[in-house]
């Protein structure tokens, strides 16, 4: 036997996946998942947005829930800087300059995208985890900071509840936005800082 047939044979490579074209197409995914819901998407209404094959999305995630996944965990936002809050000296200066319309364009799509994976969330605690992540915790982490630098300075008391403050004005855009079908600008905002959230966290009106 020749020493070539003793040789081990070369392992076949498969077909190198690219990556490059990852956030386009979960882009398209988040789009179409805030116009038709997660139960009216099709892998082919994502490529067709995306301008992709079918098989490269194939290619890149197995079935349609883990597309979502992964789109709901990478959504692109207009990022908060924690560590250059505004700080104005008072607890509504500091929630009115947080109030900015790249912001509030950011916040209506993310409740459109929340809502279009509604029916999903409740069969999917890992969709729930990363929509958490990703649509709800950079807003209130933002949030807590504010409203702990106000009980800091003696502007509201200490017995405050925090959490419960940080769900009050998403509860209240939400409603407005996909119960109502109203705008969220900034008047209806600032409406509920002096209205609302000023008033729950015990402080009097100027």
């Known amino acids: ?116 994976i509604v029916s999903m969330i409740a069969r999917s605690p890992e969709l729930a985890a990363a929509a958490q992540e990703a649509l709800v915790e950079p807003r209130a982490a933002a949030n807590r900071i504010v409203f702990r630098r106000a009980v800091d300075r003696g502007e509201i008391p200490d017995s405050v509840d925090i959490e419960q403050l940080c769900t009050i004005g998403p509860a209240l855009v939400a409603y407005r936005a996909l119960m109502l079908g109203k705008p969220v600008n900034r008047e209806f905002l600032i409406g509920n800082i002096d209205h609302v959230i000023l008033p729950a966290a015990g402080v009097r009106p100027a």
């Open 1 to 116: 036997m020749e020493q070539a047939d003793l040789a081990e044979p070369k392992p076949r490579l498969g077909r190198k996946r690219d990556h490059t074209r990852d956030p386009e197409i979960l882009e398209a995914t988040l789009d179409v998942l805030a116009e038709t819901g997660y139960d009216g998407m099709t892998i082919d209404m994502v490529a067709a947005r995306a301008k992709a094959g079918k098989a490269t999305l194939y290619r890149r995630w197995s079935s349609k829930p883990e597309l979502v996944l992964d789109a709901v965990a990478c959504m692109k936002s207009s990022e908060i800087d924690l560590e250059a809050l505004p700080d104005t000296g008072t607890l509504r200066g500091d929630l009115i300059a947080l109030i900015k319309p790249p912001n509030i364009r950011d916040a209506e799509r993310k409740l459109r995208v929340m809502a279009g």
